[in-house]
């Protein structure tokens, strides 16, 4: 099922295919999907829950794996790729394409205002902590907390974004407290889950598919 919220932009030259297994694919309002995203149900059933004013550009692709969500306020640069699910391939006697999947990591979850740059690739299981910043060709395979730039292979910490507790508190003031859609949470046992789900009383509009022209925000280009 697919879901777009009536204020959401999503390019005609976007690729958001529907599952035929029951995942649910949301954009919130005000959100922006440019041209040559593609979202791809495989792996898995989870949901791809997109926030509000989040905006993902050109070449993006998200597969459905173990579940996405994303906050608010978010921003993803070009060509990031987001694969909450990983292939088996430990089997001697058969090829990897005829393994399957491994058991589930969890899926990816992105807290709000965070900026995720250029070529980003997030594995399964990872939680992208509220304020944190990914660097441009990072691979990010482990948590990164609250307010944390990371980059690299694998992504390490490279950085914070705000030097004191002080200024964070002050940042926190201005974003009003915790997120406004609903609670978020990741299963991280390393056991098969059932698809993630967001927990929200109906702060995400179910407006129509149709897809609107118009460009991205050039706000999430590059990090």
Not at 72 to 89: D, K, L, Q, W
Not at 107 to 113: F, Q
Not at 203 to 220: E, F, K, L, N, V
Request: hydrophobic content about 40%; some cysteine.
């Amino acid at each position: 099922m697919i879901q777009i919220d009536p204020t959401a932009r999503v390019s005609a030259l976007a690729d958001i295919e529907d599952s035929v297994r029951g995942s649910r694919i949301t954009v919130g309002p005000h959100s922006v999907i440019d041209s040559f995203v593609k979202v791809k149900p495989a792996g898995g059933v989870g949901d791809v829950l997109i926030g509000h004013h989040v905006v993902i550009n050109a070449g993006c692709v998200l597969y459905t794996g173990n579940g996405i969500v994303i906050g608010n306020h978010v921003s993803i640069a070009a060509n990031c790729t987001f694969a909450p699910v990983n292939h088996e391939y430990r089997a001697r006697d058969r090829l990897i394409q005829a393994q399957g999947f491994k058991p589930s990591k969890g899926g990816i979850l992105i807290e709000d205002d965070v900026w995720i740059g250029y070529r980003a690739v997030l594995n399964a299981g990872v939680r992208i902590g509220r304020g944190s910043i990914v660097a441009a060709h990072a691979v990010v395979t482990q948590d990164v907390p609250p307010y944390t730039i990371v980059g690299g292979v694998p992504a390490r910490p490279i950085g914070r974004r705000f030097a004191t507790e002080g200024e964070i508190a002050s940042h926190e003031q201005m974003l009003g407290g915790p997120t406004v859609h609903g609670t978020l949470s990741m299963p991280k046992d390393g056991a098969e889950q059932s698809p993630t789900r967001l927990d929200s009383s109906g702060s995400r509009g179910a407006g129509s598919a149709t897809h609107a022209q118009r460009p991205a925000d050039p706000g999430g280009q590059a990090a």
